[in-house]
């Protein structure tokens, strides 16, 4: 038995230490398909994995394999979804014929950067790079239909709770057995908690970055991530607490540091932003069967809603403090950072930097 193993790529050179695990999840054997987004250093990826029952005593009755890319982003990795399926089905059933992979490389590598991408086949991993990298995060990771109301439906009214986390740029670990693939998307919805669209928020702050599938060979990169949201298969990963700070297990919810766990208490008016999100997420689906209106989705509105109530939390902030002192938060903003100098009060102003105390 030799596990889990790289069996092809290209290019040749590209290093894939540990991808054979990432992109084939722990627990696999037990599903015939999935498909999984992980992180490989500062490239995202994006595998399908496949089972198929064979009569050989040497694959234990059973051959399975991954066929995957790599990408500096992971908003556009989902063009590739079909191709990738029906890559992994064809080399179950073809094993060892790459001329398809081969040419898709050779089609798409014009665009690889120049540290290269990799291809691969079988826990694996082979490369595009057709990505605009400068793309916001919480722009297109495109998902099937229903993603986003997925995520609605299945948390519920504790969406107000993980959005307090995600602003709070906390360590996000879900756990879930497999199938993997609409977990990886709950990672994603996680991240779209926390957009903020102001000029000069979160500049001191750490970006909230979504490690999708994470297993035992990530737990040295997780001991130094200050801030992350990332989906596992092992349940292992509930005993090292030093790695998370909160932990959520289909709709439960739960932190282990004593002073976050306040906030998994729903208040009156988290209940009452949930009631907003849900009306208007109701007269979307009415406008749209009604209406036929098309110009709006469910993405739209939940990216929106969240993006607007965090951005107006920060500028509320950011005027409350000026104001209080008598002051205009844009005219005298110069003038009050000039007396402060003048006469040497050390402070960072919160219209400076509205996530420092």
């Given at each position: 038995?030799?596990?889990?193993?790289?069996?092809?790529?290209?290019?040749?050179?590209?290093?894939?230490?540990?991808?054979?695990?990432?992109?084939?999840?722990?627990?696999?054997?037990?599903?015939?398909?999935?498909?999984?987004?992980?992180?490989?250093g500062c490239y995202f990826g994006l595998a399908c994995f496949a089972n198929m029952p064979v009569e050989s005593e040497l694959e234990r009755g059973a051959r399975m394999k991954s066929v995957g890319i790599l990408s500096p982003s992971y908003t556009?990795?989902?063009?590739?979804?079909?191709?990738?399926?029906?890559?992994?089905?064809?080399?179950?059933?073809?094993?060892?014929?790459?001329?398809?992979?081969?040419?898709?490389?050779?089609?798409?590598?014009?665009?690889?950067?120049?540290?290269?991408?990799?291809?691969?086949?079988?826990?694996?991993?082979?490369?595009?790079?057709?990505?605009?990298?400068?793309?916001?995060?919480?722009?297109?990771?495109?998902?099937?239909?229903?993603?986003?109301?997925?995520?609605?439906?299945?948390?519920?009214?504790?969406?107000?709770?993980?959005?307090?986390?995600?602003?709070?740029?906390?360590?996000?670990?879900?756990?879930?057995?497999?199938?993997?693939?609409?977990?990886?998307?709950?990672?994603?919805?996680?991240?779209?908690?926390?957009?903020?669209?102001?000029?000069?928020?979160?500049?001191?702050?750490?970006?909230?970055?979504?490690?999708?599938?994470?297993?035992?060979?990530?737990?040295?990169?997780?001991?130094?991530?200050?801030?992350?949201?990332?989906?596992?298969?092992?349940?292992?990963?509930?005993?090292?607490?030093?790695?998370?700070?909160?932990?959520?297990?289909?709709?439960?919810?739960?932190?282990?540091?004593?002073?976050?766990?306040?906030?998994?208490?729903?208040?009156?008016?988290?209940?009452?932003?949930?009631?907003?999100?849900?009306?208007?997420?109701?007269?979307?689906?009415?406008?749209?069967?009604?209406?036929?209106?098309?110009?709006?989705?469910?993405?739209?509105?939940?990216?929106?809603?969240?993006?607007?109530?965090?951005?107006?939390?920060?500028?509320?902030?950011?005027?409350?403090?000026?104001?209080?002192?008598?002051?205009?938060?844009?005219?005298d903003r110069s003038f009050l950072v000039d007396l402060l100098e003048v006469y040497g009060i050390e402070v960072t102003l919160v219209i400076d930097n509205l996530c420092c105390p």
């Amino acid at each position: 038995m030799t596990g889990n193993m790289v069996e092809w790529c290209l290019p040749h050179d590209i290093n894939l230490d540990g991808v054979e695990f990432k992109s084939m999840a722990s627990g696999s054997h037990r599903i015939t398909s999935d498909f999984i987004y992980f992180r490989k250093g500062c490239y995202f990826g994006l595998a399908c994995f496949a089972n198929m029952p064979v009569e050989s005593e040497l694959e234990r009755g059973a051959r399975m394999k991954s066929v995957g890319i790599l990408s500096p982003s992971y908003t556009l990795l989902y063009r590739y979804m079909h191709f990738l399926e029906n890559q992994v089905r064809h080399q179950l059933q073809c094993p060892g014929q790459y001329s398809p992979l081969e040419a898709f490389y050779e089609d798409k590598k014009a665009v690889l950067p120049p540290t290269g991408n990799g291809l691969v086949n079988a826990c694996p991993t082979w490369s595009v790079t057709t990505i605009n990298r400068c793309m916001h995060p919480e722009m297109k990771i495109t998902h099937p239909a229903g993603c986003m109301s997925q995520f609605i439906q299945f948390f519920g009214e504790q969406i107000m709770v993980l959005w307090k986390f995600a602003l709070l740029r906390k360590r996000l670990l879900i756990f879930s057995p497999p199938p993997v693939g609409v977990v990886c998307y709950r990672v994603y919805c996680c991240c779209c908690l926390a957009n903020v669209s102001l000029p000069g928020i979160g500049v001191s702050v750490p970006e909230l970055r979504p490690f999708f599938y994470i297993n035992i060979a990530d737990i040295t990169t997780l001991e130094t991530e200050m801030s992350y949201v990332a989906c596992t298969t092992e349940k292992i990963f509930e005993e090292k607490k030093e790695l998370y700070d909160v932990y959520i297990d289909n709709q439960n919810v739960k932190t282990h540091r004593s002073h976050l766990q306040p906030l998994l208490r729903l208040n009156a008016a988290d209940k009452e932003k949930y009631r907003k999100l849900s009306e208007q997420r109701q007269l979307l689906l009415y406008s749209q069967e009604v209406d036929e209106d098309c110009t709006s989705n469910e993405e739209d509105l939940f990216i929106l809603f969240f993006m607007e109530l965090n951005n107006r939390i920060f500028q509320t902030l950011s005027e409350v403090h000026v104001r209080a002192m008598g002051l205009d938060p844009q005219a005298d903003r110069s003038f009050l950072v000039d007396l402060l100098e003048v006469y040497g009060i050390e402070v960072t102003l919160v219209i400076d930097n509205l996530c420092c105390p």
